[in-house]
């Protein structure tokens, strides 16, 4: 397998990833094969005789012209007439990236039509390059005599027999076509062979036997001397086409003469590799500065190939920081999807974890545990798997803006010196009938300092599309590193700034971490404390069922176990034997008969520290979960309800703190300014300027004691004791600033500043601030919540927008407006 990454890791999804997660779309596109593009016209046999006509003209001795996409500008010349040209080129264009040339999309065309045919799969090397314009002529055509074939096959490379087989392997897919051959098929469509859908040696045991009906063959081409199959078999008094008549032959020649056909390529050309399926390939390798410059989160996808390891249990990271040095704790995975190739099934597992941004992380393997407990490691040949944490893409900060740009952010490391730029790879049309793009790219240098931590500074540079409602790749790079992955089409409409301070909306972990799927005896049990069976079972219900023990496991879709030790009988089994989803919600998976699906409680504290020295009022002591039957109450607060909360959707999600003293008040202390707060899992406090959403639950489910007051409750799991003030808090404004008034919000954008006489930008930025900086300007405004602007006159291109643009809050004062990405909130001198 290659080393990761490699210039042919695209090309290696077109061939390899048919179907399923992440597939590239291209199989599909020939799949079955008797797909067609238009009635009696099959896609297959389009591609593989489109990737014939642009070789064709190819020269193997003065090594002039071959497979090199030069027919996207020749199919007009005559000697490539019909539909099947413009169409198969117009296919594969859609493929084309700064990565893949338009001639290795064509290469891997004949592998996947092949294949999707059932031919046997064609070995194929990426590196090719296209043409700038047409080639010389020579597509052989079916007038042309006998001698004259010979000379134009000897001049592809190929001698007689190699002529006659390679005929016979085209032809075993598709038909003639009355209105490109009409001289050849009076009226409609005839096949070449009884299955032209089918890879297989019927073109010549039906030739050999005298029972074939090939146009090329038979017919009215006889008259009009078009029947160029029988001359080409024909020319060594049928002996080679003999013996292609045995199928496994006919594949084996076929697979051989597609390869060299492919791999006729111009001088200067030089072909990687045969590509071969990774078995552990990375996907969406990305680390990204969190607010507050602290930590770095770090994602991404691993595709293992299971096809000769079916019994994958887990998959693991073990990663070394940026100095080279082991990191002992592994990053743990969970299953993202299942995809498969022609030859090949592969499992997505998916990451994402946090990890300090001082000590970071510079490459990483992988290990992959089978069932029953072996694990191999899989180290990228020798080289790990490198992680770039000197320069990369910043998703928050980046976003659509106005008029057809884009704003990109990245983060760079301060330490490493380097000069960011981003590079744009845009999609134009050429000029028609040629119906493949050209590929049009710019770079454009990030400019330094909009923010940033210690360790990092975040640069951001704009750019304006060219094709608007064309989908353009995108990436930053510094020297030689070109990363072109990232789509415009998934980039959002609002910019976040970076906020000096952390994010308060992610708590700093979740509450459980999945182990694997692992065999349960029954006897002995495997997590033997307690157990609960429920025909509502989730994952989070079992998880706060089993609050008080480090480990708990879901098996037969509604039952849950809890326990400290996982007994020494229950080892470790293939991910896909764990496959009943749970009865409480169809999308979590929990166990199968026998199979327990099992999670690490994150959230496990000792029993003694937890549990109340006093029975909170009106609980029944003895039951597993307590239930809660007075209200809640706060002086100066009214009690909202116990309301659902979920880790990727919280219903209070403006700030955030775990604690270990946690109680209504110091909870409501911790979230003054907040017209709501929230106590959830015993010991967090969350508080938010409104509630997200509002789903009530049933007073006794918030029933966890909380950390610094044992005799209150704390919500549970998902469950939120929420509280609302009784004075109500103010919403951000635009404030008064005396000698300004408030003129509205206006666009702004970084290639023609609305105002441009002084720039100054700072983290905590607020209103106040930016009027002190522009005491000797007309105009003053502040952006993207730590940007502020000065001058006496705004340009001619600026434009009110509307109020709600701008929200961004001001680093410096959350109850402030400060603009948003490319909005500016303008003051003008009150005069
Ligand atoms: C002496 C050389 C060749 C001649 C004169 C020739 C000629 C033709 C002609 C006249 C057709 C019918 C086109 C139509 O009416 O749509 C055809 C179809 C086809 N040819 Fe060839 N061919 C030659 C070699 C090859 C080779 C080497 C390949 C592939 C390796 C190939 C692949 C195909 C395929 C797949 C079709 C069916 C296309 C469809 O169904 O749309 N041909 N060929």
């Known amino acids: 397998a290659p080393t990761w990454p490699a210039s042919t890791d695209e090309l290696e999804d077109i061939l390899f990833l048919t179907s399923g997660y992440r597939a590239s779309g291209f199989a599909t596109l020939v799949t079955p094969c008797n797909k067609e593009f238009e009635t009696g016209r099959i896609t297959s046999a389009a591609w593989l005789r489109t990737a014939f006509h642009d070789m064709a003209t190819g020269n193997a001795f003065t090594r002039v012209g071959g497979l090199d996409g030069s027919l996207q500008f020749e199919f007009t010349n005559g000697e490539s007439d019909g539909k099947a040209f413009p169409t198969s080129l117009a ?22 039509s092949t294949r999707s045919c059932g031919g046997l799969p064609v070995p194929i090397r990426g590196g090719h390059v296209d043409a700038t314009g047409s080639g010389q002529l020579g597509v052989p055509q079916p007038q042309n005599t006998a001698q004259t074939f010979e000379q134009q096959f000897t001049r592809m490379g190929f001698n007689k027999t190699a002529m006659i087989q390679l005929v016979a392997c085209g032809h075993t897919l598709g038909s003639a076509h009355a209105p490109e051959s009409p001289q050849i098929v009076q009226a409609g469509t005839l096949p070449l062979d009884t299955t032209p859908s089918t890879f297989d040696s019927k073109i010549a045991t039906e030739y050999v036997s005298g029972t074939t009906k090939n146009p090329l063959v038979v017919g009215i081409s006889v008259n009009s001397q078009r029947n160029s199959d029988r001359k080409v078999f024909g020319s060594d008094n049928n002996a080679t086409i003999g013996t292609l008549q045995d199928t496994q032959t006919f594949s084996r020649v076929c697979q051989s003469l597609f390869q060299q056909m492919i791999e006729l390529v111009p001088a200067g050309v030089t072909l990687s590799d045969v590509i071969a399926p990774y078995d552990v390939k990375p996907y969406d390798i990305q680390l990204t500065l969190l607010d507050g410059g602290e930590k770095l989160k770090f994602t991404g996808d691993i595709r293992i190939r299971t ?52 000590t970071s992380i510079s490459s990483f393997d992988v290990v992959v545990t089978v069932a029953g407990g072996t694990s191999q490691t899989f180290n990228n040949n020798g080289n790990s798997f490198k992680v770039d944490d000197t320069l990369f893409y ?33 999609k134009k049309p050429k000029a028609s009938p040629n119906p493949v793009p050209s590929l049009a790219i710019s770079n454009i240098a990030l400019n330094e300092a909009q923010g940033g931590s210690n360790d990092y500074v975040i640069s951001t540079a704009t750019y304006v599309l060219a094709s608007p409602g064309t989908p353009a790749m995108f990436g930053v790079y510094a020297g030689a590193l070109v990363d072109v992955s990232k789509s415009t089409d ?44 429920n025909d509502n079972m989730t994952i989070e219900r079992c998880s706060a069922f089993c609050t008080k023990y480090q480990l708990f496991g879901l098996e037969y879709g509604r039952e849950c176990y ?11 089994q293939a991910i896909s034997d764990c496959n009943m989803p749970c009865s409480g919600n169809q999308t979590e998976t929990c166990g199968a ?23 909170p009022t009106g609980t029944p002591s003895t039951s597993s979960t307590p239930t809660p039957t007075s209200t809640p109450s706060l002086q100066g607060y009214d009690y909202v309800g116990c309301l659902s909360d979920a880790v990727e959707n919280r219903t209070l999600h403006d700030k955030f703190e775990t604690k270990s003293d946690n109680s209504y008040t110091a909870c409501a202390a911790f979230c003054s300014g907040y017209e709501f707060f929230g106590v959830e899992y015993a010991a967090e406090c969350y508080c938010g300027i409104s509630l997200a959403y509002t789903d009530p639950k049933p007073l006794s489910d918030c029933s966890m004691p909380c950390t610094g007051d044992p005799k209150s409750y704390c919500g549970a799991g998902n469950r939120l004791t929420v509280f609302k003030n009784k004075t109500p808090i103010r919403a951000p404004t635009n404030p008064p600033i005396e000698g300004y008034k408030y003129k509205g919000c206006y666009t702004d954008s970084v290639n023609k500043r609305t105002l441009s ?37 705004l340009s001619a291109d600026t434009a009110t927008a509307a109020e709600s643009d701008c929200q961004f809050l001001c680093g410096g004062d959350k109850q402030q407006l400060c ?9 003008e001198k009150s005069s």
């Open 490 to 533: 998934s980039l959002p409409t609002t910019c976040k700034p970076f906020n000096a301070s952390p994010s308060p909306t992610e708590p700093s972990s979740p509450a459980f971490a999945y182990q694997g799927c692992y065999y349960d005896a029954a006897v002995p049990r495997a997590l033997p404390s307690e157990f609960l069976v």
């Open 562 to 572: 809890c326990g400290d030790k996982l007994d020494s009988t229950s080892t470790i």
């Open 307 to 358: 096809t000769l390891r079916k019994n994958v249990a887990q998959v693991q990271l073990v990663y070394k920081d940026r100095t080279g040095a082991a990191v002992s704790t592994p990053i743990g995975t969970t299953v993202s999807g299942t995809a498969s190739g022609f030859d090949d099934t592969f499992l997505f597992f998916g990451f994402s974890t946090e990890i300090p941004s001082g």
């Open 757 to 793: 006489e002084h720039i100054y930008f700072d983290a905590a930025m607020t209103v106040d601030k930016c009027a002190a900086q522009c005491t000797s300007y007309k105009y003053f405004g502040t952006e993207y919540g730590g940007e502020c602007y000065c001058g006496n006159m």
């Open 819 to 827: 603009g948003a990405g490319d909005r500016l909130s303008l003051y």
């Open 394 to 426: 910043q998703a928050p900060q980046s976003c659509v803006v106005p008029n057809n740009g884009i704003r990109v952010a990245a983060a760079r490391r301060i330490s490493a010196q380097s000069t960011p730029s981003l590079r744009v790879v845009e």
């Open 91 to 112: 296919m594969w264009g859609s493929f084309l990236s700064s990565k893949t040339s338009l001639s290795d999309v064509i290469a891997a065309a004949v592998y996947t």
């Open 593 to 615: 008969a026998s199979r327990l699906s099992l999670y690490k409680n994150l959230k496990y504290v000792p029993p003694s520290s937890t549990s109340p020295t006093s029975t």
